[in-house]
């Protein structure tokens, strides 16, 4: 049985920082993601790191801006965040699955979630 335990959110102003940690256990995992949700909007696919071979993908609205790694030592991913800003704000969700296919960025690919951690960017 996996689980997931996120932490690491917090609040910022607009251009600073933060890393989300997503401790994850019940390995292994074909590949981990980061989602988030605004109120009143969709989960939307972060992104992504595949277990196999280390490759990484991003939502078009985070690239060179949030960077996706791995500890595989302790069983961690990170989400370094990066020149944030105000729509950057959402409740931010660690996502793992066993299985293979499906649409990184879709939502229903996943069995796995975390509680999620609050990120709050002030401008």
């Known amino acids: 049985q996996g689980q997931l335990v996120e932490s690491g959110g917090g609040s910022v102003q607009a251009g600073g920082s933060l890393r989300l940690s997503c401790a994850a256990s019940?390995?292994?995992?074909?590949?981990l993601s980061w989602f988030r949700q605004a109120p009143g909007k969709e989960r939307e696919g972060v992104a992504v790191?595949?277990?196999?071979?280390?490759?990484?993908y991003y939502a078009d609205s985070v690239k060179g801006r949030f960077t996706i790694s791995q500890d595989i030592a302790k069983n961690t991913v990170y989400l370094q965040m990066n020149s944030l800003k105000p729509e950057d704000t959402a409740m931010y969700y660690c996502?793992?699955?066993?299985?293979?296919?499906?649409?990184?960025?879709?939502?229903?690919?996943?069995?796995?979630w975390g509680q999620g951690t609050q990120v709050t960017v002030s401008s």
């Open positions: 019940g390995a292994p995992y074909r590949r």
């Open positions: 790191l595949y277990t196999a071979d280390g490759s990484t």
């Open positions: 996502a793992a699955t066993a299985a293979f296919g499906g649409w990184w960025y879709s939502a229903e690919t996943y069995s796995y």
